[in-house]
């Protein structure tokens, strides 16, 4: 690989530097850098290892997946074409970095950014809409979450770099100690950063950020330090964006909306520019001390609303009269004040410069959508990204390579199948909540979109419209809102070349659609605030002459080792064909609160058999066939090719013969939409 990989070109050739004196280097604040720092830079042999350790580091902990990273001289630039990220050191070079600082500055780019983008690419894009570039304030609170996240991985990984770390932020991005002349919400993000990369120096901060701060790292009745929680390198992206908006986001938003309101009114020329005091606090926000998971209130008003309902027009300093300039005036004084906390966020963007320009990352965001939506969250084919997932996963590269073959076989049918979950979970969600038409005065939910215009209108002393309510519909339980599947296959010695072949493709087909029913669950839940009452379980087993196996034990999620390992198990038959040990395996499972929720059709519970011939008792079969049907469960049985007649006989009258092997997967398919449609 370095053979391939162009040399760094600083302003001079290594043995250049080594014979020719050079004037001292300054660092980011104008001092001059130690003797010791330019030694290091200097030197050619430490040149020429670190460049090869970059090489190395940027190719086990940059990129992963279907973008291939390569060094450039030439700048960062995204290859959209070949599908290549071309990242260039000089870049961080000719702002006055040092070699480390470099290497420090061009993994962050790619780990902490990138690399953490790959972790969940779908999840992570649609969070990432909702702090775009048109919300500035959230835009910069979760980029400095983000960077401290991916710094303390970088570190983890290569502990050598964290004097780098430290120095890089005490001397170029943060070497402020003092922000107490910025607004609260800025001082809180620039606050929080520069106390966690720069360890023993505290920022000097306003009593509402430092107080802000101090809660979070003492949250709760656990005194859970929540900012160590979500950047620790190890947190799952779902899990980190469910605390920031749950408990981070509303204690920023309420410093933020304070701030605004001050600026508002230094702009409009209030007193001292001081706002009035707001009378308790900010309602239909999640409450410092509860975890932003508390039942909102039924109708929601924002502080200013009730004060000047009470009022009428006039008393305690209140004009009776709308303001001068009336709703314009208001708009402007917010746009001003918008407007300077943009200011505010510069010392964050120029101490943070961003290599590849904001097409280049549209179009590397573009093609990780696209190949997510095609690999359905498999590895790269490229052999040095899959040996390196493969050994992170506990699994051979050959085995993934394998799996990902005969998986891209049935991408059709998983597709076919998301399309259909995806209405399901519509509809549930359509049923537990209907928004009003209109917007209203007062309400349940707040307009995000008509948020800033009703301050505004609010302020000019005009009617405020931000609300809906939402109705909450109970349910009139037609369906059932739990499915548990199980899947048991044939590894009799009769299952031979294209059956065998089938029988795997079929369990694939199996454990990947319902594990992407249940993961599109979780995530409209995690964005609509409402449990959907649903919940999708599988379960995988085998008979053969090992007697029964279970493959993948009952439950929700199939992790990457867990699924390589199904499959490599599904390449082997011999023996009889003694299905009921499965079956009798499933039975034992059933207590008696599991055949309650059955009863009461809370919970769906659906058997599949697929084999090729008659099993080795068939009355036996039979008998715990009827247990498993007199607790409701619903046995269903697939026979392949003719021989399979006599497995429709045995599990009549739920049973069917597929004469054609191939189509095999296409049957399991329509098993799994029959027994989803109701749910």
Same mark, same amino acid.
């Given at each position: 690989?370095?053979?391939?990989?162009?040399?760094?070109?600083?302003?001079?050739?290594?043995?250049?530097?080594?014979?020719?004196?050079?004037?001292?280097?300054?660092?980011?604040?104008?001092?001059?850098?130690?003797?010791?720092?330019?030694?290091?830079?200097?030197?050619?042999?430490?040149?020429?290892?670190?460049?090869?350790?970059?090489?190395?580091?940027?190719?086990?902990?940059? /990129?992963?997946?279907?973008?291939?990273?390569?060094?450039?001289?030439?700048?960062?630039?995204?290859?959209?074409?070949?599908? !290549?990220?071309?990242?260039?050191?000089?870049?961080?070079?000719?702002?006055? &970095?040092?070699?480390?600082?470099?290497?420090?500055?061009?993994?962050?780019?790619?780990?902490?950014?990138?690399?953490?983008?790959?972790?969940?690419?779908?999840?992570?894009? !649609?969070?990432?809409?909702?702090?775009?570039?048109?919300?500035?304030?959230?835009?910069?609170?979760?980029?400095?979450?983000?960077?401290? /996240?991916?710094?303390?991985?970088?570190?983890?990984?290569?502990?050598?770099?964290?004097?780098?770390?430290?120095?890089? &932020?005490?001397?170029?991005?943060?070497?402020?100690?003092?922000?107490?002349?910025?607004?609260?919400?800025?001082?809180?993000?620039?606050?929080?950063?520069?106390?966690?990369?720069?360890?023993?120096?505290?920022?000097?901060?306003?009593?509402?950020? !430092?107080?802000?701060?101090?809660?979070?790292?003492?949250?709760?009745?656990?005194?859970?330090?929540?900012?160590?929680?979500?950047?620790?390198?190890?947190?799952?992206?779902?899990?980190?964006?469910?605390?920031?908006?749950?408990?981070?986001?509303?204690? &920023?938003?309420?410093?933020?909306?304070?701030?605004?309101?001050?600026?508002?009114?230094?702009? #409009?020329?209030?007193?001292?520019?001081?706002?009035?005091?707001?009378?308790?606090?900010?309602?239909?926000?999640?409450?410092?001390?509860?975890?932003?998971?508390? =039942?909102?209130?039924?109708?929601? #008003?924002?502080?200013?609303?009730?004060?000047?309902?009470?009022?009428?027009?006039?008393?305690?300093?209140?004009?009776?009269?709308?303001?001068?300039?009336?709703?314009?005036?208001?708009?402007?004084?917010?746009?001003?004040?918008?407007?300077?906390?943009?200011?505010?966020?510069?010392?964050?963007?120029?101490?943070?410069?961003?290599?590849?320009?904001? #097409?280049?990352?549209?179009?590397?965001?573009?093609?990780?959508?696209?190949?997510?939506?095609?690999?359905? %969250?498999?590895?790269?084919?490229?052999?040095?990204?899959?040996?390196?997932?493969?050994?992170?996963?506990?699994?051979?590269?050959?085995?993934?390579?394998?799996?990902?073959?005969?998986?891209?076989?049935?991408?059709?049918?998983?597709?076919?199948?998301?399309?259909?979950?995806?209405?399901?979970?519509?509809?549930?969600?359509?049923?537990?909540?209907?928004?009003?038409?209109?917007?209203?005065?007062?309400?349940?939910?707040?307009?995000?979109?008509?948020?800033?215009?009703?301050?505004?209108?609010?302020?000019?002393?005009?009617?405020?419209?931000?609300?809906?309510?939402?109705?909450?519909? =109970?349910?009139?339980?037609?369906?059932? %809102?739990?499915?548990?599947?199980?899947?048991?296959?044939?590894?009799?010695?009769?299952?031979?070349?294209?059956?065998?072949?089938?029988?795997?493709?079929?369990?694939?087909?199996?454990?990947?659609?319902?594990?992407?029913?249940?993961?599109?669950?979780?995530?409209?839940?995690?964005?609509? %605030?409402?449990?959907?009452?649903?919940?999708?379980?599988?379960?995988?087993?085998?008979?053969?002459?090992?007697?029964?196996?279970?493959?993948?034990?009952?439950?929700?999620?199939?992790?990457? =080792?867990?699924?390589?390992?199904?499959?490599?198990?599904?390449?082997?038959?011999?023996?009889?064909?003694?299905?009921?040990?499965?079956?009798?395996?499933?039975?034992?499972?059933?207590?008696?609160?599991?055949?309650?929720?059955?009863?009461?059709?809370?919970? #769906?519970?659906?058997?599949?058999? /697929?084999?090729?011939?008659?099993?080795?008792?068939?009355?036996?079969?039979?008998?715990?066939?009827?247990?498993?049907?007199?607790?409701?469960?619903?046995?269903?049985?697939?026979?392949?090719?003719?021989?399979?007649?006599?497995?429709?006989?045995?599990?009549?009258?739920?049973?069917?013969?597929?004469?054609?092997?191939?189509?095999?997967?296409?049957?399991?398919?329509?098993?799994?939409?029959?027994?989803?449609?109701?749910?």
């Amino acid at each position: 690989m370095r053979e391939s990989i162009p040399k760094l070109e600083t302003h001079a050739t290594a043995e250049a530097m080594a014979d020719k004196p050079t004037p001292p280097p300054e660092t980011g604040r104008g001092e001059p850098v130690s003797p010791e720092k330019q030694k290091e830079e200097h030197e050619p042999a430490k040149v020429e290892e670190f460049l090869d350790k970059e090489a190395e580091i940027l190719a086990a902990y940059g /990129l992963r997946g279907d973008i291939t990273l390569e060094r450039s001289n030439k700048g960062w630039a995204f290859d959209f074409e070949n599908k !290549r990220l071309m990242y260039d050191p000089n870049f961080f070079i000719e702002r006055g &970095y040092s070699l480390k600082e470099t290497l420090f500055a061009t993994t962050h780019e790619l780990m902490a950014h990138y690399g953490e983008l790959l972790r969940d690419p779908e999840f992570v894009l !649609r969070e990432a809409r909702r702090y775009s570039q048109t919300r500035p304030h959230l835009h910069i609170l979760y980029n400095i979450f983000e960077d401290v /996240l991916g710094n303390r991985r970088i570190v983890s990984e290569l502990p050598f770099l964290e004097e780098t770390r430290t120095a890089l &932020y005490r001397e170029k991005m943060f070497p402020q100690t003092d922000y107490t002349d910025q607004s609260s919400h800025v001082q809180f993000v620039y606050g929080f950063i520069r106390e966690a990369m720069v360890a023993g120096e505290p920022a000097k901060l306003g009593p509402e950020a !430092r107080e802000a701060l101090e809660q979070l790292k003492t949250f709760g009745k656990d005194k859970t330090d929540v900012l160590d929680l979500v950047t620790t390198p190890t947190i799952d992206p779902r899990d980190r964006f469910r605390i920031m908006r749950s408990v981070i986001e509303p204690i &920023y938003e309420k410093l933020y909306r304070k701030d605004l309101e001050q600026e508002k009114q230094k702009q #409009k020329g209030g007193k001292s520019g001081e706002p009035k005091e707001q009378e308790g606090p900010s309602q239909g926000q999640p409450q410092e001390g509860k975890g932003g998971g508390e =039942k909102k209130e039924k109708k929601r #008003k924002w502080p200013w609303q009730k004060k000047e309902e009470g009022k009428k027009g006039g008393g305690d300093g209140e004009p009776k009269e709308k303001p001068k300039g009336g709703k314009s005036a208001d708009r402007k004084a917010v746009e001003e004040a918008i407007k300077k906390f943009k200011k505010e966020y510069e010392t964050y963007e120029k101490t943070h410069p961003e290599p590849l320009s904001p #097409k280049d990352e549209d179009k590397i965001k573009e093609v990780l959508k696209e190949t997510v939506a095609q690999r359905g %969250g498999l590895p790269s084919l490229d052999r040095s990204i899959l040996e390196q997932w493969a050994k992170e996963h506990g699994v051979s590269p050959e085995d993934v390579l394998g799996y990902r073959n005969e998986y891209q076989e049935i991408t059709p049918l998983i597709k076919e199948l998301r399309e259909v979950f995806k209405k399901i979970i519509s509809r549930r969600l359509k049923e537990r909540m209907r928004f009003s038409p209109q917007l209203e005065k007062e309400g349940e939910e707040i307009e995000e979109g008509a948020l800033a215009e009703a301050y505004v209108e609010s302020k000019a002393g005009g009617e405020v419209r931000a609300f809906r309510d939402v109705e909450r519909k =109970k349910r009139e339980e037609v369906g059932y %809102g739990m499915l548990d599947m199980t899947l048991a296959n044939d590894l009799s010695g009769s299952m031979e070349g294209t059956k065998l072949v089938m029988d795997r493709k079929s369990k694939l087909l199996f454990m990947e659609s319902l594990a992407d029913f249940q993961k599109e669950i979780e995530e409209a839940e995690l964005e609509s %605030g409402l449990s959907l009452g649903l919940e999708i379980r599988t379960e995988t087993r085998a008979f053969g002459d090992f007697g029964d196996a279970e493959l993948k034990k009952l439950g929700t999620h199939l992790d990457e =080792k867990e699924r390589i390992s199904v499959w490599k198990k599904l390449h082997q038959a011999g023996g009889g064909t003694p299905d009921y040990l499965s079956l009798e395996e499933v039975l034992k499972s059933i207590n008696a609160d599991y055949e309650k929720e059955i009863r009461d059709k809370k919970r #769906k519970k659906v058997v599949v058999v /697929l084999s090729d011939g008659e099993s080795q008792d068939p009355s036996r079969v039979q008998r715990v066939i009827k247990k498993l049907r007199d607790k409701g469960v619903i046995v269903f049985a697939l026979g392949m090719t003719e021989s399979g007649t006599a497995v429709k006989d045995t599990y009549n009258p739920d049973a069917e013969v597929i004469t054609d092997i191939n189509k095999l997967p296409q049957s399991v398919q329509k098993i799994i939409l029959k027994h989803t449609e109701d749910l």
